[in-house]
């Protein structure tokens, strides 16, 4: 090939590399965004919904659980598929009829993935909670609240690991 035969090459303007400069921008901040909306839609980052609210609550809270210690209740929780079996017992090891409540299996980072059930007596002096739907492998936070009369005695959250 001869040099009479090649194609001039167009220069390098400052029109040119404020286009490059501004189109890199544009993709970088528009990533950006996406990954903004796309972490602010899939966990608030929230564990209460009015943190004020939970702070009044708070001596209360603290009030309550010196009662739930006292009791000496043991509650072992197990979960099987769509159901949770709770046995209660007392700190003599006594099983203890006549309790109502409801049992959560929360995912710790999604609450659109909770599962919840009531808490009913069953035939063999244990409780049993279905839920709504079967769980999926992972950790699971599981709340148990009990009630007597209406008025709440017992709340445990315990983290488990489901295969």
């Known amino acids: 090939m001869s040099i009479d035969t090649m194609k001039p090459v167009r220069p ?8 490059m400069f501004l189109a890199f ?7 950006n965004m996406v990954m903004l909306r796309v972490a602010t839609s899939s966990f608030s980052g929230l564990e209460t919904d009015s943190a ?3 702070g009044l609550a708070y001596n209360s809270q603290i009030e309550a659980a010196r009662q739930q210690a006292a009791l000496g209740w043991s509650v072992n929780a197990k979960v099987d598929g769509e159901r949770v079996v709770i046995d209660i017992r007392d700190k003599n090891g006594i099983v203890i009829p006549g309790l109502e409540g409801d049992v959560v299996l929360a995912w710790p980072a999604d609450r ?3 599962r919840k059930g009531v808490i009913i007596p069953r035939e063999s002096a244990l409780y049993e909670a279905k ?6 492998p992972g950790q699971w936070d599981v709340i148990v609240t009990l009630r ?8 445990s959250k315990n983290r488990i690991i489901l295969n």
């Open 25 to 31: 921008f544009g993709v970088v901040i528009a990533v």
């Open 131 to 136: 839920l709504n739907k079967a769980l999926p």
């Open 12 to 19: 390098l303007t400052g029109k040119h590399v404020l286009a």
């Open 112 to 114: 659109h993935l909770d």
């Open 52 to 54: 004020y609210r939970a």
């Open 148 to 155: 007597k009369n209406g008025e709440r005695v017992f709340l």
